[in-house]
């Protein structure tokens, strides 16, 4: 279950851990799509726009979860990188006591909520029902979503990146089933894309403690590991708080675009909603550099093997530059075709949603090469304990670009969404500037002191 990454090729190490995160990263992917994608199947646009907002919403909240527990992936890390298994068993039994309390605050307080946030999303009047319903059924299974999230962590900060793609595998291959039964068979709608998706990640979850209970030796984590320690508190919090804040701010920017498209009708709101799934599809790579850096860069660190954790960023980021501009070339060519899996091209709405999906597609495409770089930037970040550059560059591209931009864009060109995908891609390219030049700021220090 744990592996020293601290040694060998570099190269080699990036592709061995990426790799399982890659395909883990994909089915989880795949697993979010497969709600929107077999709803289109058996449903009208109305119930494809309120999976579509209500898991986009589930994003952002999964997405802040995992940003939170980075803090985790890179304090177990440095601690395996070090040798310290007292200090790694301390970290993982604070970050389950850390997040079970979390996800039963969250529970209950989104529940309560589950109205207004529905209507801060300008949901189209046809999608609300829909749209509650799915989010309602989430919610209570925001528990099992933040338990999966926690062990997955857990595990990459030991170095292990297989065992969390065999937890969503299992997860995905539920999903799938269940919702072909709830939405197909029983045509139960977005209440049944919620079931589907709750009651696979509970699946999910079981199999990963049925996991961690036989290797539980290898873990040695004590009763008294799970009692808060503030000194292992402060470390899990100093680097996940600044992660998940960016990332909750940047899926808040998302959700400003979303309501911006809500606003332009039911057909603009579909198609934003399909080309976000792809989007996530296609952001695979790059996001598999950022928890790969992290764990990696974590571990060198760890290990006093900074120049290591550096050689791990600039191949993480060479590989997301060559994958971007390949995903950019083919989509250029293929977007209505792919916009087109999601929705019923034989009717008008569903041509229109086609049409104005392929034009978003086309502009948001770049940001595939440059989050690829920013990702590749904040996954060193996180591992060097300055998580709050990451959180830097992302405010700043959402405050002065992408929000700004889009809205602007969407002003002046009513009648096409292409402007406003090249102006949330826009924000990206100044999170890459804003990175190299704070890394050239760090390197430049490094060298003065040493």
């Known amino acids: 279950m744990e592996k020293n990454l601290t040694t060998g090729s570099v190269f080699k190490n990036i592709l061995f851990f990426s790799l399982p995160y890659l395909l883990s990263y994909f089915l989880q992917t795949l697993y979010g799509m497969a709600d929107l994608f077999i709803i289109g199947q058996f449903e009208g646009v109305a119930s494809t726009t309120a999976v579509s907002i209500g898991s986009q919403v589930m994003h952002m909240l999964t997405v802040m979860i995992v940003g939170l527990a980075m803090g985790s992936t890179v304090s177990i890390g440095q601690a395996v990188g070090a040798g310290d298994r007292r200090k790694a068993a301390s970290g993982i039994g604070n970050t389950v006591t850390l997040f079970m309390c979390l996800s039963v605050v969250l529970t209950v307080a989104l529940l309560i909520f589950v109205r ?88 999910s979850v079981i199999i990963a403690l049925v996991v961690i209970r036989r290797h539980s030796s290898t873990l040695a984590v004590k009763k008294s590991d799970f009692r808060p320690a503030r000194p292992v508190m402060a470390k899990l919090l100093r680097i996940g708080v600044p992660i998940a804040m960016q990332d909750g701010l940047i899926q808040i920017a998302f959700i400003i675009i979303t309501v911006i498209a809500n606003r332009r009708g039911l057909n603009d709101a579909a ?180």
């Not at 949901?123 to 979503?145: K, Q, R």
């Not at 300055?386 to 959402?398: P, T, V």
Request: glycine share 10%; charged share 10%.
């Open 116 to 203: 207004p946030v529905v209507n801060i999303m300008s949901t189209p009047e046809a999608a609300v029902s829909g749209t509650i319903e799915y989010l309602t059924i989430c919610f209570i299974g925001i528990p099992f979503i933040t338990a999966y999230n926690i062990i997955s962590s857990i595990f990459r900060g030991l170095g292990d990146s297989k065992s969390p793609m065999y937890f969503i595998a299992v997860a995905c291959v539920s999903n799938i089933a269940l919702d072909y039964l709830f939405m197909g068979a029983l045509h139960l709608g977005p209440s049944g894309a919620a079931l589907g998706t709750t009651l696979s990640q509970a699946v």
């Open 271 to 450: 198609a934003v909603g399909i080309v976000e799934k792809i989007i996530s599809f296609l952001f695979l790579v790059p996001s598999s550099m950022l928890s790969t850096v992290s764990a990696l860069g974590a571990q060198n660190i760890g290990a006093g093997k900074p120049e290591r954790a550096r050689l791990t960023l600039r191949y993480a980021a060479c590989i997301a530059i060559c994958f971007g501009a390949c995903m950019v070339i083919l989509m250029q060519f293929a977007a209505e075709p792919v916009v087109s899996l999601f929705t019923d091209s034989t009717q008008s709405d569903g041509a229109e949603v086609i049409r104005l999906g392929g034009q978003y597609m086309r502009g948001y495409v770049w940001d595939c090469i440059f989050a690829g770089v920013h990702f590749s930037f904040s996954g060193y970040f996180c591992a060097c304990g300055r998580s709050g550059l990451s959180f830097l560059h992302n405010i700043s591209a959402i405050l002065l670009v992408r929000v700004p931009g889009v809205y602007l864009t969407s002003l002046f060109f009513p009648d096409t969404l292409f402007p406003m995908g090249l102006a949330t891609s826009t924000g990206s390219l100044l999170s890459v500037i804003i990175c190299v030049i704070a890394y050239t700021v760090i390197s430049s220090r490094t060298k003065k002191s040493g």
